[in-house]
C-alpha cells in the first residue's frame, strides 16, 4: 500500500498537470459550515458527513467533497469562466463497509465555461483519462439531464414529476412511484380508507406528533388529489423502461435513444447534446466507438448532478470504489449563484488508488 507522503506527491504531481492545462489552485475549507452543505448534498453523502458544532459557529462538517465549496467560492465571485484544480482530504462515515477508507485524498478539476458546454464535458473527461492512464480501467458514461427530459415531458400531474425527480438518485423508490403512478399497484387498505373523499380527520383528543392540524390536511388533500389523477399511461411506462435499459457503446445508445424520442420527445433536446459530446469527445482522440454509455449511469452519484456523467474503475479490481468520477451540475451554479448561473461540469481522482493499481501492476 502506498504511503501517505506517496499519496500527496502523486496528488501534487497530479495538481500541476491541472495548472500546467489553465487552471487555477484553490483551497476550501477541511471544516466548512453544514447547513447549506447538507441541503446540496444527496442523502447517501448526507447520511456519511461527519458532522460536529461550536459554541461560536454552529453546525459544521468535515469536507466530504471538494465541488460544493468550490462552486459556493466561484459564485459569490461572480460566474465568469475559470477552471480550477485542488488537492486534499476528504472525509466520508463508513457503516457498512470496513474496508472503504473514511479518509482519502482527491485530486479535482472543475471547467465554469458557457461558450460550449460539449466541449467542456469532453476537456474535463480527456484530461481525467490521461491522467489515468497506464492503468486497465474501464470508463462507463451517462447523463442524468436525459432521464431527467423524459420526466419533465410525461403527460402527468407537476406533483407526480417533482415526486420522481426528487428520487431519481433513489433507483427503487423511483421504481416504485413508477408503478404506483402508472396503477401497476394498488394502494395499500389503510392509503385507500384514509383517500375515501369522506373520511373525517378527528377533531377531538391530542394531537400527536411534530406536524400540526393544516400540514395533516394538506397532506391528505394531495393524496386525495393524486389518487385521483388518471394514471401514467402504459405507453409511456414502457418508452422510459426501454430508455433506463440503454447500455451500448455511445453510438449505438444513441440511435437506440432516437428510437425511444419517438415516444418520449421532451428527451430530443438532451440527446442533441449528447450527439455534439460525442462529435467533442472524438475530436479530443476518445474512442467513442467503444465508449460504454448505461442510461441509468450515476443515478446512485451526487444528486448535484444534472447532465453528463462518467466514472473510471479497475477492470481487475471490483472490490475497489472508483478511481475517478465527475459529471456535470448546472442547477448547482444556479442556486448557489443568486440570479447567476454558468454551465460547469469537472471530475476527481483518487491517487492512492492509483498508486495502488500501479504498485499491483509492476
Do not use: C
Amino acid at each position: 500500500m502506498p504511503t501517505r507522503g506517496e499519496v500527496l506527491a502523486r496528488a501534487a504531481e497530479l495538481r500541476a498537470e491541472f495548472v500546467a492545462a489553465g487552471a487555477a489552485v484553490v483551497e476550501t475549507p477541511i471544516l466548512p459550515p453544514a447547513e447549506l452543505l447538507l441541503d446540496l448534498y444527496g442523502e447517501d453523502i448526507r447520511a456519511r458527513a461527519y458532522v460536529t458544532s461550536d459554541a461560536l459557529r454552529g453546525e459544521q462538517m468535515l469536507r466530504p467533497d471538494f465541488t460544493v465549496p468550490v462552486v459556493q467560492m466561484h459564485m459569490a465571485g461572480g460566474a465568469e469562466p475559470a477552471r480550477y484544480t485542488y488537492a486534499g482530504e476528504v472525509f466520508r462515515r463508513q457503516e457498512h463497509d470496513p474496508d472503504r477508507a473514511n479518509e482519502y485524498v482527491q485530486v479535482g478539476y472543475e471547467v465554469f465555461d458557457r461558450a460550449d458546454p460539449a466541449a467542456a464535458d469532453a476537456e474535463v473527461f480527456a484530461r481525467i483519462a490521461a491522467a489515468l492512464s497506464g492503468l486497465h480501467l474501464r470508463a462507463a458514461t451517462g447523463d442524468i439531464g436525459i432521464l431527467m427530459a423524459a420526466v419533465r415531458g410525461l403527460r402527468t400531474t407537476e406533483r407526480r414529476k417533482a415526486a420522481l425527480m426528487r428520487h431519481i438518485w433513489r433507483p427503487r423508490r423511483f421504481r416504485a412511484l413508477l408503478d404506483r403512478f402508472g396503477g401497476r399497484v394498488a394502494p395499500p387498505p389503510a392509503r385507500l380508507a384514509l383517500l375515501a373523499a369522506d373520511a373525517p380527520l378527528a377533531t377531538t383528543g391530542p394531537e400527536i406528533g411534530l406536524r400540526g392540524r393544516a400540514e395533516v390536511e394538506a397532506r391528505i388533500a394531495a393524496l386525495r388529489e393524486d389518487a385521483a389523477a388518471p394514471p401514467v399511461s402504459a405507453h409511456e411506462l414502457d418508452a422510459l423502461e426501454a430508455l433506463l435499459a440503454v447500455r451500448e457503446t455511445l453510438p449505438f445508445a444513441l440511435e437506440q435513444l432516437k428510437d425511444i424520442a419517438v415516444d418520449l420527445p421532451d428527451i430530443a433536446p438532451a440527446l442533441r447534446r449528447l450527439e455534439a459530446r460525442i462529435a467533442a469527445l472524438a475530436a479530443r482522440g476518445v474512442d467513442v466507438e467503444r465508449l460504454d454509455f448505461e442510461a441509468s449511469y450515476g443515478r446512485t452519484s451526487m444528486e448535484y448532478y444534472d447532465g453528463f456523467v462518467f466514472g473510471f474503475y479497475a477492470a481487475d479490481r471490483p472490490d475497489l470504489p472508483p478511481i475517478a468520477t465527475g459529471g456535470r451540475y448546472d442547477a448547482l451554479t444556479r442556486r448557489l449563484g443568486r440570479g447567476a448561473e454558468i454551465p460547469a461540469v469537472g471530475g476527481v481522482l483518487r491517487p492512492g488508488l492509483m498508486l495502488e493499481l500501479a504498485e499491483a501492476g509492476r
